[in-house]
Structure formats: C-alpha cells, structure tokens
Nanobody, 124 residues
C-alpha cells in the first residue's frame, strides 16, 4: 500500500503565499500523474493542478498563473506553490498519486492514493 502525506497548510491573509508539500512511500516520479485537489466547505473535491511523470503540468482556470505544481527528486516531494491567495482558495487540500498497471488481459488497472489533507484558510 502506498502512503501519501500532505503538509504545509495554515492560515494566510488574502494576497499572501503558501507552499504545500506531499511526500509518498515510493518515488513521486514513479506515478503516472500526481495532482493537487481542493475541497471547499460544502463543495465537491476539485482538481487544481496536475503533473505527469514526464513533467507536463496542467492547471484549473481558477488557479492558472497563481499556483505552481512541481516535483523534487532529491526531496521526493510534490509541491504546490500558491501565490496571491484569495478567500475562495480556502479548503482542504489533498495530494493524489495515480498509477496504472497492465493486467493479464492487457487491461489498464488504475490505482489512486490520497493523503489525509491539509487545511488552508485564507482570511484577514
């Protein structure tokens, strides 16, 4: 079983910055993709940013230009750098690690691993 752990959440004022970290029990470069999700109060979990094994990144429109996802091999850590935070960025942030294996019938077997989440509160 793969374990994923997020850290770095906290309280920050609007316009401030925060960096979240995510470590895993295996190399973060071994997964097909890794991503950061947010679940705001009363809302569904939404994908904010993702990065492939090859380093291709993708962002939700709501965070494009403000958030940066990256991986560090030496630290074996996935990061989410968040700038110009807004009150609507408040929520629990989750790290996801996704991998795919080929089954005996050549079917794709996906596996998703989630951390426990870290709370980010943007408030003055």
């Amino acid at each position: 079983q793969v374990h994923v752990v997020e850290s770095g959440g906290g309280v920050v004022q609007p316009g401030g910055s925060l960096t979240l970290s995510c470590t895993a029990s295996k190399s973060v470069f071994s997964f097909n993709t890794m991503g950061w999700y947010r679940q705001a109060p009363g809302a569904q979990r939404e994908l904010l940013a993702s990065i492939t094994a090859g380093g291709v990144t993708s962002y939700a429109d709501s965070v494009q230009g403000r958030f940066t996802i990256s991986k560090d091999r030496a630290e074996n850590t996935l990061y989410l750098q968040m700038m110009n935070l807004k009150p609507e960025d408040t929520g629990v942030y989750y790290c996801n690690a996704h991998e795919e294996h080929i089954g005996v019938d050549l079917e794709i077997i996906p596996s998703d691993y989630w951390g426990q989440g870290t709370l980010v509160t943007v408030s003055s």
